[in-house]
């Protein structure tokens, strides 16, 4: 079974004392915003996420999405579940006030969507896409578009997605191929095939708004070409209500190795009226707003699934009795000790769990930054929580999928033979952990843009935002009496960082295979020492708290225990990353393709 | 689509070129197994894996096994399939010609294993159980029972199980509560319920041979009262028919992750009859005889797996037109450039070659030693492969099933979001591959095996075994022209290694719980050595033979190319993987287990 309790006491350490809320709460419109209000949201989050969506993502999973003639049917108790969800007003928590929306800020709306990602993957991804098509309207939308669709979407009346992909071309958009044509009223008739199509059709909202890339005629080819089409599947009326149907038509779903609840759509467009969205053949850019705000809610995705993972694996852990401490029986009165008393079975534990905290200390870190872009008055500061932002936004989406992947398939390694039997519903994390690396680019596409884009951007002005912090704490720390041996630990890996970027830097700039063979590994490397900064802090934090700490010194003394494991466990993974980056892309590139 | 063409050359390699299979056929017994009859034995089972296994994965994981009262009907297909690998003679293929055996040696029989693991994983394991109790057998059944089962066993009209688990205990088989009651004629009446039992009941054969562990009424508790019993599922007759029904029913099967064509059993047996195999109370050592093969073979698995993988992988990676080489277009005629131009995705395919490879390479030793142990007259050679295949097992069964399943998420990642939809077949390699890590002792128990046992087996000298060899080439041939570099990579993994080592032995000593907190981390480094020793001696056998190649050319060139890969990207892993055992128990045992 999937036991799950929002981590309440962690996600306020990220909230409030590693992060400070008050960052937030101090700036224009956030005059309501008290730290006690954002701790009842997230407790009564974690109530609708641990009693109505956790009991479904077993019999999602089980039961699966079904295709007749056109319509798609959720799993039992999806649509009950997302009209809760919609009442509850979880929609539009962080939307603008000025179309329905609460105003809370992004960082809580995260530490919420990670409840969703952990109890019920399948599920969040329908009021989830729907808030990426959001921001993009709000963003790139015409005045009447936003009037006429925004309201409807962020009271989650009206469900949203994303339409890039063709069967031919995912990665590569400058081979797509979906046609516009502009009509005379202003509109277009958008014609083509997508595929892989996330809750493109289903039964739980009245309409779906698609928001769909497609080339204008006279456009130019590949990438400069494409333009952003907003595409209801019915044509709002005048007063609001789905009206005519348009010539949207889900032809299949697929079938798939897990997020099975999911309806993974393909879909063909025949001459559907749709109206663009931004300038015409810059639809890339603003679908990449949309883009950016998914690929943080796909890292969201790996760190749910590490966190219900290590719960359930816990749980087990405390139950299970088989053999004996190596130090001597812990319970003579059971049949056996049970098996957490093993240091490989802590080993496993402690790493799902450095994972979980420590992503989220960061998705806390980079969700306030997305909140500074927001909020702040001072366009410095504004433009330093972008930059920061676009240069994490790739190591959160790509690391945290992977973490979680792992996480999910140690949590199964926890429960031996069961853990492979469906009933105990481990095996369904890591089935559904899995897709995360893959949709919204492929975690090779991140790095990618981490060592293609975000690296050289304003000739290292994004990156700097990130290291001068690092190197600033680790001056500051290194000697600290408390925490001195963590920092000089995080000291090493950042060494290894500050390495393998000048080496990046420098063979990737004559030579852009050297960086995309040193990319994988260094996204790798660039997040465990991102890991490793947030470890560090929270150990500063906790060190600094455990002394009055009373109740809650278990949690601080559990935060001091997990740092040092990361520490001694975790990041000298930099050792083996920072010699393959160094070593380049002849091995990888002499071999001739026959030889494959 | 899976592809598979079993890599022939490649195992003609690892058979004749890097083992020299000449070791054997000098040997008593080996007058009649000629290279070239080695050989055509690969090619014969190439086809039948190929041709009868492959097309059979994709449906047999859709359909599944079904239960029906006591009944279990395997997919279709898989009758007539088992059948063909029946008549073809494969199931007797390294078996004693006094039972009706080929008598081919194990090294050959390990190779087809694999062809039939990258084909059809749950299919492997209805013969593959079925060798291991014939070996138990063999090895510590009377005159009575072998003649009596052996030859059914070994021509596949009768299977074999191993009936370890119960639903309280798998690794602590101390507490195994199956009971067995001696009866006046000899024979025993065996009470009790076991789970995963992998092909307890199906429709393959007209009989089952239960392998089951029990204990007898005065048995002293632990392990030390465990013994072992045959107990069919039909009696045989005095002719050797399958005569009455004996009283074990299977009550269920298990709904799994992957391997869903093979069908995992729920027995209970009430009263029925068994025989004892070896002494009262020694049930254990004799069930490790089938445990011992049954990892070696579960290790094959993953290395199946991470072969199928990449088959799969290259195909698509050189099929998928998708972006341009960061290099410029290599095929302007196309829309795209084939994905295998790009170095992330060569780095990806690369790394599951390597451990495919390798993987092959390590096996062929081990299995090698099999051979000698079997075959040799000097009873210090025949002492010395026995060490050496006794500290190699839980290394292979640990490393080649972590290696496989991470063989084949790294598949999935080449093909994008199309890995993730049932229809391409690599996400079955995933949740296939995955179960080779728990079952036959979780990789955590074959790390604790591996420090605990294996290590300071015999004062260390198991361990030399394969110290030695390495030292030795390290010593010989680290400023080798052709290949020093590579060995001199190889000398510094070694190197951790015997740090590594020392530290075991120190620190472990004095408390088990170090050695058990460095075990995982333990097996792995040593795993990653041996394989490095294996690419090491690999290249060095291609740039010996290279000049000359002619048509193997680009075989020897890739052998080489593959081998820098793995010096360079893989085998630096040691170095994290020294601080981390260094690093010692303390991060994980102390936190309090109400803290976790």
Not at 407 to 436: K, M, P, W
Not at 487 to 516: C, N, P, S, W, Y
Request: hydrophobic share 45%; proline share 5%.
């Amino acid at each position: 079974m999937q036991t799950y309790k929002a981590p309440l006491r962690d996600m306020r350490f990220v909230l409030h004392e590693l992060h400070d809320s008050r960052r937030i709460t101090a700036l224009p419109g956030g005059e309501e915003l008290s730290p006690e209000l954002m701790d009842s949201v997230l407790e009564e989050a974690a109530k609708i996420a641990a009693e109505v969506l956790l009991p479904l993502n077993a019999s999602g999973d089980e039961e699966g999405c079904h295709y007749e003639n056109g319509v798609v049917r959720t799993p039992k108790g999806f649509k009950a579940a997302y009209d809760l969800f919609r009442e509850g007003g979880w929609t539009s928590l962080a939307c603008d006030p000025a179309y329905g929306g609460q105003g809370l800020p992004e960082i809580v709306n995260k530490l919420v969507e990670e409840m969703s990602c952990a109890t019920n993957l399948a599920f969040g991804l329908y009021p989830g896409l729907t808030h990426g098509a959001y921001l993009a309207l709000r963003d790139h939308g015409s005045e009447e578009l936003k009037a006429r669709f925004l309201p409807k979407m962020v009271d989650g009346t009206w469900s949203g997605t994303m339409c890039l992909t063709e069967a031919h071309c995912g990665t590569d958009l400058g081979q797509l191929r979906t046609r516009a044509v502009p009509q005379p009223d202003g509109s277009y008739r958008v014609s083509g095939a997508k595929i892989f199509i996330s809750a493109g059709e289903h039964d739980l909202t009245e309409n779906i708004v698609h928001l769909v890339l497609a080339r204008l005629p006279d456009a130019p080819a590949g990438v400069k070409g494409i333009s952003l089409f907003l595409v209801p599947k019915f044509l709002p009326t005048a007063e609001g209500a789905p009206g005519a149907r348009n010539g949207v038509l889900c032809t299949a779903i697929e079938h798939k190795m897990g997020i099975r609840a999911s309806a993974t759509c393909q879909l063909t467009f025949e001459d559907a009226t749709g109206w663009l969205v931004g300038a015409p053949n810059k639809g890339l850019a603003a679908m990449f707003t949309m883009m950016n705000s998914e690929r943080l809610s796909v890292g969201i995705q790996g760190l749910g699934i590490a966190e219900a993972t290590y719960q359930s694996a816990v749980t087990y852990a405390k139950e299970r009795l088989q053999g004996r401490s190596l130090a001597g029986a812990k319970r003579p009165d059971l049949a056996a000790d049970p098996i957490i008393v093993h240091p490989d079975i802590r080993r496993t534990l402690l790493t799902i769990r450095a994972y979980a905290e420590g992503c989220r200390a960061l998705a806390g870190w980079v969700a306030q930054a997305l909140d500074l872009m927001e909020r702040e008055t001072d366009p410095a500061a504004r433009a330093a929580a972008d930059d920061f932002t676009a240069l994490m936004t790739p190591v959160v989406k790509a690391l945290f999928t992977d973490l979680g992947f792992e996480a999910a398939s140690l949590g199964v390694q926890i429960y031996g033979g069961h853990g492979y039997i469906r009933d105990h519903g481990v095996e369904q994390f890591v089935r559904d952990a899995r897709i995360a690396m893959l949709y919204e680019g492929t975690n090779g596409v991140q790095a990618l843009d981490l060592v293609g884009r975000k690296l050289p951007a304003h000739a290292g002005r994004s990156l700097r935002r990130f290291f001068h912090p690092v190197a600033e704490f680790i001056e500051a720390k290194k000697d600290d009496p408390a925490i001195g041996p963590l920092v000089q630990a995080l000291a090493k890996g950042f060494g290894a960082l500050q390495l393998a970027t000048a080496h990046i830097a420098e063979r990737g700039q004559r030579d852009a295979e050297e960086a995309g063979a040193a990319a994988t590994e260094y996204l790798r490397l660039f997040g465990l020492v991102a890991l490793g900064f947030m470890w560090a802090r929270s150990a500063e934090v906790a060190a600094a708290k455990l002394p009055a700490a009373n109740g809650d010194a278990g949690f601080y003394r559990a935060k001091l225990a997990t740092a040092r494991f990361y520490m001694e466990r975790i990041l000298p993974n930099a050792f083996a990353l920072l010699p393959a980056i160094k070593s380049g892309k002849a091995a990888m590139m002499a071999l001739d393709e026959v030889d494959f």
